[in-house]
């Protein structure tokens, strides 16, 4: 008896009136992946860095826009007494967080596992203006929990970082990396949920609060 | 789940009478119908997107095969696997292998229609493992022993009340020991139970909005993070997909997910969007060590050879219930399966079989407006229709409806006795309902106004206001 895959594809051969496709073809799906075709890409009339600012603070985000990193530790600090937060956080090992100079008053550790913070500071690889979204990739120094474990979530980026629309994204990552890495997570908002009744509530499962910090 | 769609009738009774259902669905309305509405108006590229995302889809149903293997060799290149089943027992059995293998006890699953396509949750408990839903709408109606009733919100129908009592009967135990009375502290005490139970757990079960073929990637769609909690922290991740999830490349995805929140629940972008690949990468930081998917066809290569095949485009928004005035009655559980609306109607007489669910395709009024709003264009009327007379043709409607429309056909055939018969008729109803513009009930026909509203006509016959029309203007 063949496999299950064989009877799968058997079928859907059936189905479709005809054979496996002959190498000519088959040629020809793999040119039109290998083409990355854009289809229709919304226009927006506002500036990418407002479009992806409104967006953001729509999705009820935190949003500052700092001229350099060095500001980035007091802003840090501000944020977290303002919603009473313990000032002992996680860091993602990303470069561009090597650059900040924390005080004495935080405690910012890198992200080792086991760690239980209910703080994470994390760098996006890029933002999306269209929708109003990070984009952030897992990897060495890249902990995906950290964007969905801790109640607080703060993601710094640079404003050269962003991008029009997702498929920007998808180019730039072709062009950083031979493949694609395992979590590729666009983040919007902080976590919610209508389930109780249809009404949104804000940190079912992910961060209760995002914070944004845009760069430059 | 046992399907029980042949109840229909009396499902649907039983829904029309219960106020907090009804209470539940009149919010649609205000909620996901107008949220779709205001997306809808906001982009002028709307119709546009609709039509290419159909192009796309087409196309890749097509070439289905040439895809779904693309996209195996892709998993394969990641480091993860690809099993196929081509029946729920199959798939079923793989999962439990993976979990034994696995040695796993604990299981948590992000919320995925497929896993209740094919009853997985119930499998892998009569097997030992302890399987927890993570939605929090699933995880509602799991501790409440329930079917979803909506494929976007499943525990629609609950109401606070009910999750209260709920909360407090399982949680107790936790030593949550008050009632809950507010949404906040409800949403905060499922958090905190749940997050137990995903650091906990050796495998994370996900569905998959899309399949890429390009890259090997499964992608999902939450405002919760719970199935991102659950594609990250188990040593073990399973994605269960049917064979129509696969679409070409990144940018096919991006396509179509810009349709998606918006025809779901009215937003442009839900708060997680996540393209997974593989397992765990050599130095990555975290992330489970084995990926699995299971590829199920239940009967998808049948209705690709089908005049059903655009069933196939669905990307499983729920557009079509929330703007089905049945379903906006009725409710889900009425359909008596895992899918309802429109697109269950469709897809359950073909999952579980016409002769268990053969009154769906007939709990439609034809009225189209599930077509317009599908954004993927799938004509679910006329499928509806076509699914009418397979059922007619297997002579499975009842033997008084076929002798009722053939006697309708027969006159309806003769205009001058259909005008004979029906202009008197006509006149009585019209004074009959005169005071309140329709009728809860109408004599000779309480089978068809004990639970519907029938407008009274305006006093005469189409035929007669022709005539009177032609005459006029002469
Ligand atoms: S049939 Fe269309 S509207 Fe209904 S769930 Fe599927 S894609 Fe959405």
Redesign the pocket.
């Known amino acids: 008896m063949s496999s299950a895959r064989e009877q799968v594809l058997a079928r859907i051969r059936a189905a479709l009136g005809r054979g496996e496709l002959d190498p000519a073809r088959t040629t020809e799906l793999r040119d039109r992946i290998a083409m990355h075709r854009r289809h229709i890409e919304p226009a927006f009339d506002e500036t990418p860095r407002q479009r992806f600012r409104q967006k953001l603070e729509a999705a009820e985000a935190s949003f500052v826009e700092l001229d350099t990193l060095d500001a980035v530790a007091a802003e840090i600090e501000r944020y977290l007494e303002a919603h009473g937060a313990e000032k002992r956080i996680a860091t993602s090992g990303d470069e561009l967080l090597h650059a900040i100079d924390w005080p004495a008053s935080i405690d910012a550790q890198p992200w080792v596992a086991g760690s239980d913070h209910r703080v994470s500071v994390t760098a996006a690889y890029c933002g999306i203006a269209e929708t109003g979204s990070l984009l952030l990739v897992s990897g060495e120094k890249n902990p995906t929990r950290l964007n969905f474990l801790p109640d607080y979530h703060i993601v710094v980026i640079e404003a050269k970082q962003l991008v029009l629309r997702m498929e920007d994204a998808w180019d730039s990552l072709r062009a950083s990396t031979k493949q694609m890495p395992r979590s590729v997570n666009f983040i919007s908002g902080p976590s919610k949920t209508a389930d109780v009744e249809q009404t949104v509530e804000y940190g079912a499962h992910g961060p209760r609060c995002l914070h944004v910090i845009l760069v430059g | 789940m046992q399907p029980n769609s042949r109840h229909f009738q009396a499902n649907a009774e039983s829904a029309l009478r219960e106020p907090n259902l009804q209470s539940a669905l009149k919010q649609l309305e205000s909620g996901f119908v107008a949220g779709r509405q205001r997306c809808y108006d906001a982009l002028p590229e709307f119709e546009a997107l609709r039509d290419r995302a159909k192009e796309v889809l087409d196309h890749t149903l097509d070439n289905l095969d040439a895809y779904l293997l693309e996209y195996e060799a892709r998993v394969l290149e990641s480091g993860g696997l690809v099993h196929w089943a081509g029946t729920p027992e199959e798939a079923r059995e793989i999962v439990i292998r993976i979990c034994r293998d696995a040695e796993a006890k604990n299981v948590i699953r992000g919320k995925s229609m497929i896993g209740e396509e094919i009853g997985i949750n119930d499998a892998l408990e009569a097997s030992g493992f302890e399987v927890t839903e993570t939605d929090l709408g699933e995880y509602i109606l799991q501790l409440g022993k329930e079917p979803p009733s909506h494929i976007v919100a499943p525990a629609i129908h609950k109401t606070k009340d009910e999750i209260s009592d709920l909360f407090l009967e399982h949680h107790r135990d936790l030593g949550f020991t008050k009632r809950q009375t507010e949404r906040s502290a409800l949403v905060n005490e499922a958090r905190q139970v749940l997050r137990e139970k995903f650091l906990a757990a050796d495998v994370g079960m996900t569905g998959a909005n899309f399949l890429i073929a390009e890259t090997g990637s499964n992608v999902i769609v939450t405002n919760e993070g719970n199935g991102d909690l659950s594609s990250t922290l188990p040593r073990v991740q399973i994605v269960t997909a049917a064979i129509d999830k696969v679409v070409p490349t990144l940018e096919d995805a991006s396509l179509l997910l810009r349709l998606l929140g918006r ?1 779901a629940t009215g937003q442009e972008i839900t708060a997680y969007t996540t393209f997974t690949t593989g397992p765990r990468r050599e130095r990555d930081a975290d992330g489970p060590g084995e990926y699995h998917v299971v590829l199920i066809d239940n009967h998808r290569s049948e209705m690709l050879g089908s005049e059903l095949r655009p069933m196939l485009r ?7 219930m929330n703007h089905c005035p049945v379903y906006g009655r009725v409710g889900g559980h009425a359909y008596g399966w895992v899918y309802p609306g ?2 269950g109607s469709v897809l359950t007489p073909l999952m579980v079989g016409l002769d268990e669910a053969g009154h769906l395709p007939n709990a439609c009024t034809l009225n189209g407006r ?1 077509e317009t ?4 264009k ?1 004509p ?1 009327p006329n499928l509806l229709r076509s699914l009418r007379s397979r059922q007619h043709l297997q002579r499975q409607n009842s033997s008084l409806a076929r002798i009722a429309l053939s006697l309708w056909s027969w006159v309806a055939l003769r205009p001058r006795l259909y005008q004979l018969l029906t202009r008197p008729a006509m006149t009585l109803l019209a004074r009959l309902g005169a005071s309140s513009g329709g009728f809860r009930n109408m004599p000779f026909a309480s089978g068809w106004t004990r639970v519907r509203d029938l407008p009274a006509p305006q006093g005469s016959t189409f035929q007669a206001r022709w005539q009177q029309q032609q005459r006029d203007r002469k």
């Open positions: 025809s669905c990307i499983r928004c729920g557009a079509c429109p697109m599930c709003v599908c954004p993927v799938i679910l």
